[in-house]
């Protein structure tokens, strides 16, 4: 009997602990990314010490360990005070205003894409989702504008003191421009793509974000996630692939 209820504990407490994984891990998607993770991967060598040390009834060792796990939550709360308040912020907001505000959005860069592309323009585009991307950027200008196409066209031109870096876009609005991405160091990329594509490469191999690229040399435009690169077909695909790429994962 006592066995019995002794394995009863054990489950409880493992649903417990699962439950408090699960919570901890989709708040690192919306945190900082790489340390975030490894921060969860501490946590996760922490449960499973727990987990061993009640098992095997190491009593003073189940202290210790619960113990550094009940303080972790105040110096989680603390190292990410700023991305939980904006994430919060971020989920008060309605899904009907993101759906139309990031629907203009896509809408103006789309036939910015276009017109950059048709004259081979060359551009860099970052869209930000649930990881921060601002850790990862050099230089760049504030502007904190609405997207448009005229005003993303502008900063691409050749005689644009900003042309050669990157433009932010944030919860639907024009935060900064020519940023400085952080190259790849993959050495399976191929050569022959340009300081864009392997700007573009580099930082979403880090977070993340959506980056779209118009290449000055032949015109094409490419969408880039997770370190991988798509060639754009026509303009209403692209539409379609931002739109699906860009909803809010929190809100699926």
Not at 31 to 46: E, T
Not at 132 to 160: H, M, Q, R
Not at 225 to 236: A, F, N, Q
């Amino acid at each position: 009997m006592n066995s019995f209820l002794q394995n009863i504990g054990i489950l409880r407490d493992l649903l417990d602990l699962s439950l408090a994984i699960l919570i901890v891990s989709r708040l690192a998607r919306l945190l900082k990314g790489v340390l975030a993770l490894r921060i969860l991967a501490i946590l996760s060598g922490l449960v499973a010490l727990h987990l061993l040390a009640r098992f095997f009834s190491l009593q003073t060792v189940r202290i210790i360990v619960d113990l550094i796990l009940g303080s972790s939550v105040v110096g989680l709360a603390v190292i990410f005070q700023t991305d939980i308040r904006r994430a919060f912020a971020t989920l008060a907001r309605s899904r009907t205003e993101k759906d139309v505000e990031m629907s203009d959005v896509i809408d103006e860069l789309v036939f910015a894409v276009a017109g950059l592309a048709q004259k081979k323009i060359g551009a860099l585009i970052v869209i930000e989702r649930a990881i921060s991307v601002d850790s990862y950027l050099a230089v760049g200008t504030d502007i904190d504008a609405k997207v448009t196409s005229e005003l993303i066209s502008s900063i691409f031109l050749p005689y644009s003191p900003i042309h050669d870096g990157a433009v932010i876009i944030q919860h639907g609005k024009l935060t900064k421009a020519g940023c400085f991405l952080p190259l790849t160091q993959n050495l399976e990329v191929s050569k022959s793509l340009g300081t864009r594509h392997r700007a573009a490469i580099g930082l979403t191999e880090l977070v993340d974000a959506v980056v779209v690229v118009v290449s000055e040399e032949t015109g094409t435009a490419s969408v880039i996630v997770g370190g991988k690169k798509t060639d754009v077909v026509d303009m209403p695909s692209l539409g379609k692939t931002l739109r699906r790429l860009v909803e809010p994962r929190w809100l699926k």
